[in-house]
């Protein structure tokens, strides 16, 4: 039987806070690639132990089939033990958009573990939650349009008041190479590690861990149409009014290229509101 989430229990603080102490060092700009290499095979993986509903969430044949064959690239039970799930948590999910691909397992794992799953569209307000009452709140894929729209920082104090002392702020985005600005890489998608970690930081969370569970190295960035070029999305043509699009359509042969490339590499966060 396949090994599933999760080892996190209310005794996790402290080791976890112990182990964020030897977090492996912050990329550079002068990082090669034979140094990323070793940096991120030096990241310490989840450890996984089963847990029968969160199995029985991802498993479920209820879940829409062009979810499931995301998950080679989206890794649902690793990532959600890797930020620390456990049954009976209060979650909240950060604009999960229209297609709810994280809703189509949390919702069902909530219900099956008396937790609670909410989603939040306007976290500016209202973050479905009484203040400090959030055990999670998980953000996919978004920091790029917050940037672009200056509400960064809002946002994360939103979600600060929200969790609970000892609450996980839990973080998936698409990212660029390290170092580069922000306001270049956010209408591509991507942003950096590091820029999404300061800000964190500086809205009061401590960086537990970080990890490479969803990393791409196959994925280099460099795409007509931004992150969108990619699969699930697959843009294949310039779009109105983007000044960053190419101006010409993809070849059969370029978007068989760019869809080999799989998903982004993204960048796996795990953040805790102090207690």
């Not at 993986?45 to 969430?57: S, Y």
């Not at 991802?58 to 062009?66: D, L, Q, Y």
């Not at 499931?68 to 958009?97: K, M």
Request: proline content about 9%.
């Amino acid at each position: 039987m396949r090994l599933l989430a999760l080892v996190m229990t209310t005794a996790l603080a402290l080791p976890a806070l112990a182990a964020a102490q030897n977090l492996p060092a912050m990329p550079t700009l002068d990082e090669s690639p034979a140094e990323r290499t070793v940096r991120r095979a030096a990241m310490t993986p989840p450890v996984l132990q089963e847990d029968t509903a969160l199995q029985a969430a991802i498993g479920s044949a209820a879940r829409p089939a062009a979810d499931v064959a995301r998950d080679v690239y989206r890794r649902p039970f690793e990532s959600l033990t890797f930020w620390g799930l456990t049954p009976g948590s209060t979650v909240v999910e950060i604009q999960p958009g229209r297609a709810g691909w994280w809703t189509a397992i949390l919702q069902p794992y909530a219900e099956a573990t008396g937790g609670t799953y909410v989603a939040v569209n306007q976290p500016l307000e209202s973050m479905g939650v009484e203040d400090g009452s959030a055990d999670m709140v998980l953000v996919a894929r978004a920091f790029h349009n917050w940037h672009r729209a200056g509400r960064t920082d809002a946002f994360l104090a939103a979600f600060f008041k929200a969790l609970k002392p000892g609450g996980v702020l839990a973080i998936e985005q698409h990212r660029s190479e390290d170092g580069l600005n922000p306001d270049v890489t956010a209408p591509t998608g991507y942003m950096p590690e590091s820029h999404i970690i300061r800000v964190a930081q500086a809205a009061g969370f401590v960086l537990e861990a970080r990890s490479e569970l969803n990393a791409n190295p196959r994925d280099d960035r460099d795409h007509p149409y931004g992150v969108w070029t990619l699969p699930p999305v697959r843009t294949s043509a310039p779009r109105a009014n983007n000044a960053t699009d190419r101006p010409t359509p993809l070849t059969e042969a370029e978007r068989a290229e760019y869809d080999a490339i799989g998903e982004s590499d993204r960048m796996t966060l795990r953040f805790r509101k102090p207690g």
